[in-house]
C-alpha cells in the first residue's frame, strides 16, 4: 500500500500512525500541498478532491479522507469495533473531529505554522477558533474523565484521529494543563504498541 501525505501535517499522520501501530509495511509519498503537487492533472486524476493523505491499494484503487483511510485500514482489527454499537461511537467520534476539532485546532494550528497564511489570521478569526477548539477539548476532557480511550475501554481509531491534532495543540496556542484527563491519553497513545511520531516515514 502507498499512502500519499504530508509529513508535517496531522491529517496525513493520521494513517501512518494507524499503520505503525497495525505493524503494517507501506509505502510514503511525500505529497505537498503547499508546493502545488495536489492540484497537478496528475493527482487530481487519483483524488479529485486535491488533498492529502490519500490511500492507493495495491490493487490501484484509492480511498481519500484521513477517518475514512483509517476506518478502511483499521477494518477487521482492534482499532475498529464489530459490534454495531461500539463501532458506531468510534464513528461519532470520528463526525466529531472533521466538524468540531480538526477545523479549530487544524486551522489554528495551520495559521500559526505557515507562513503564507499568516495574512488569514485576523485577531477575531483566531480568538473564535480558540473558543471553539477548547469547546471541542473540554468535550475530549468529559469522555476520558470517564473512559480511559474516547470509544470506551480499548483504544481505536477515534483515539488515533484525535490524537493527530491533539498532541500539536500546543503549538496551536490551546493550554493543555486545563485538560488533564486529555494530556492523560495522549501519554497512554504514546505508549501503545508500535507507536511513532508525526515525523516517522517508512524507510520505502
Ligand atoms: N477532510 C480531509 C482534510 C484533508 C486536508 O485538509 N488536507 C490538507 C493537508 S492537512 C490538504 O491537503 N490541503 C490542500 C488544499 O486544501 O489544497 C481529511 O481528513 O483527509
Known amino acids: 500500500m502507498r499512502i500519499y501525505g504530508m509529513l508535517d501535517s ?10 505503525a501501530l ?15 503537487t495536489t492540484r497537478t492533472p496528475g493527482y487530481l486524476a487519483k ?30 482489527t482492534r ?35 505557515y507562513p503564507e497564511r499568516a495574512h488569514l489570521a485576523t485577531p477575531e478569526r483566531m480568538a473564535g477558533l480558540l473558543e471553539a477548539g477548547n ?12 473512559t480511559p480511550w474516547l470509544a470506551g475501554a480499548a483504544p481505536s481509531v477515534a483515539d488515533v484521529a484525535l490524537f493527530a491534532y491533539t498532541q500539536d495543540a500546543g503549538l496551536a496556542g490551546y493550554d ?17 504498541d508500535g507507536f511513532r511520531g508525526m515525523d516517522w516515514q517508512p524507510t520505502n
Open 10 to 19: 496531522g491529517n496525513c499522520y493520521k494513517p501512518r500512525l494507524l499503520m
Open 22 to 36: 497495525l505493524g503494517r509495511p507501506f509505502e510514503h509519498v511525500e505529497t505537498s500541498s503547499r508546493d502545488g
Open 47 to 76: 483524488n479529485p478532491i486535491g488533498k492529502v493523505p490519500l490511500l492507493e491499494l495495491d490493487d490501484g484503487r484509492f480511498i481519500a479522507e484521513s477517518n475514512a483511510i483509517l476506518l478502511y485500514l483499521g477494518e477487521g
Open 79 to 113: 482499532y475498529v469495533p464489530a459490534d454495531p454499537h461500539d463501532r458506531a461511537v468510534v464513528h461519532q467520534w470520528l463526525f466529531f473531529e472533521q466538524y468540531s476539532h480538526e477545523p479549530n485546532i487544524a486551522v489554528r494550528r495551520s495559521l500559526i505554522v
Open 135 to 146: 469547546k471541542a477539548l473540554a468535550v475530549m476532557e468529559t469522555q476520558l474523565a470517564k
Open 176 to 192: 493543555l494543563n486545563a485538560f488533564p484527563h486529555v494530556a492523560g491519553w495522549l501519554d497512554r497513545v504514546r505508549l501503545l
